[in-house]
């Protein structure tokens, strides 16, 4: 099994910054993506951005240039800095680990951008 703990969300105003952490514990293997996604109330869950353990990355087109996705494979951590925040990336964001055909989330953190 795969525990995530997340810590990182709040509530900011439009063009600040926040940085989302996410650690794994478990059973962990070298070969491993971990990411985020996030759902905004009456929307779908969708992609943020995913970084697999050789640091191949995918990110939304929404957040190309504005978020930046990093981990530490030793503390089998992944990070999200999230720059220029938008109210359109209002939303609960949940951390995403997958490894051996198996998928993982994360209890979810709020983020809110408001003014």
């Known amino acids: 099994q795969v525990q995530l703990v997340e810590s990182g969300g709040g509530l900011v105003q439009p063009g600040e910054s926040l940085r989302l952490s996410c650690a794994a514990s478990?059973?962990?293997?070298?070969?491993?993506?971990m990411g985020w996604y996030r759902q905004a109330p009456g929307k779908q869950r969708e992609l943020v951005a995913i970084?697999?353990?050789?640091?191949?990355?995918n990110y939304a087109d929404s957040v190309k240039g504005r978020f930046t996705i990093s981990r530490d494979n030793a503390k089998r951590a992944v990070y999200l800095q999230m720059n220029s925040l938008k109210p359109d990336d209002t939303a609960v964001y949940y951390c995403?680990?997958?490894?051996?055909?198996?998928?993982?989330w994360g209890q979810g953190t709020q983020v809110t951008v408001s003014s």
């Open positions: 995403y680990f997958a490894q051996l055909g198996s998928r993982h």
């Open positions: 970084m697999t353990h050789s640091e191949d990355i």
């Open positions: 478990g059973s962990i293997f070298t070969r491993n993506v």
